[in-house]
T-cell receptor
Framework: RKEVEQDPGPFNVPEGATVAFNCTYS??????FFWYRQDCRKEPKLLMS???SGNEDGRFTAQLNRASQYISLLIRDSKLSDSATYLC???????????FGSGTKLNVKP | SAVISQKPSRDICQRGTSLTIQCQVD?????MFWYRQQPGQSLTLIAT?????????ESGFVIDKFPISRPNLTFSTLTVSNMSPEDSSIYLC??????????FGSGTRLTVV
């Protein structure tokens, strides 16, 4: 079983739409959670950390549900520039291994 | 913010040869890693680069095929040895920073012909 699982998509949405991605993790000892963004032919870059209380950064909201072992990313008012692959990342308590989901591809269309 | 310099950015190599990829970070990191990303796939951890000692390899990766060095805190190399077309991939160096988290180099796009 994979450590981290994501719906690969693609999610095709119009500009201005709200879109949500989920990611499930298998290890209940997982302690830190992140969303990364990867543009085509570029390296992944940190989008935001995910805190237990949930956190928001502009149009982006991340949530963590420890009981069900999933994290989510909500994007409001989608922009063309949001088109990318979004990677869910989970680490264990000792922080020396990062487990990446396979990524969810988002296409925002005019 | 943290910056990681990785080179070469791309290369086309003959099968049977070896390529060494260099990774330089601009400040001290707590840990350095090497990843592989095959087309359309997510990242797979190859190994953790340990300063002054042998790297810690993940299942499916061995030192003979992917020798790694990290002579000091801010520099590491990954060699892809005796290459075959199956080694064609993007290889990414990454570092874990205390303040800015997990940062990646820009990657090396390797094509083996």
């Amino acid at each position: 079983r994979k450590e981290v699982e994501q719906d690969p998509g693609p999610f095709n949405v119009p500009e201005g739409a709200t879109v949500a991605f989920n990611c499930t993790y298998s290890n209940s000892a997982s302690q830190s959670f992140f969303w990364y963004r990867q543009d085509c032919r570029k390296e992944p870059k940190l989008l935001m950390s995910v805190y237990s209380s949930g956190n928001e950064d502009g149009r982006f909201t991340a949530q963590l549900n420890r009981a069900s072992q999933y994290i989510s990313l909500l994007i409001r008012d989608s922009k063309l520039s949001d088109s990318a692959t979004y990677l869910c990342v989970v680490t264990l308590y000792n922080f020396n291994k990062f487990y990446f989901g396979s990524g969810t591809k988002l296409n925002v269309k005019p | 913010s943290a910056v990681i310099s990785q080179k070469p950015s791309r290369d086309i190599c003959q099968r049977g040869t070896s390529l060494t990829i260099q990774c330089q970070v601009d400040s001290q990191v707590t840990m350095m890693f090497w990843y592989r990303q095959q087309p359309g796939q997510s990242l797979t951890l190859i190994a953790t680069a340990n300063q002054g000692s042998e790297a810690t390899y993940e299942s499916g990766f061995v030192i003979d095929k992917f020798p790694i060095s990290r002579p000091n805190l801010t520099f590491s190399t990954l060699t892809v040895s005796n290459m075959s077309p199956e080694d064609s991939s993007i290889y990414l160096c990454s570092g874990l920073y205390r303040d800015s988290g997990y940062t990646f180099g820009s990657g090396t796009r390797l094509t083996v012909v």
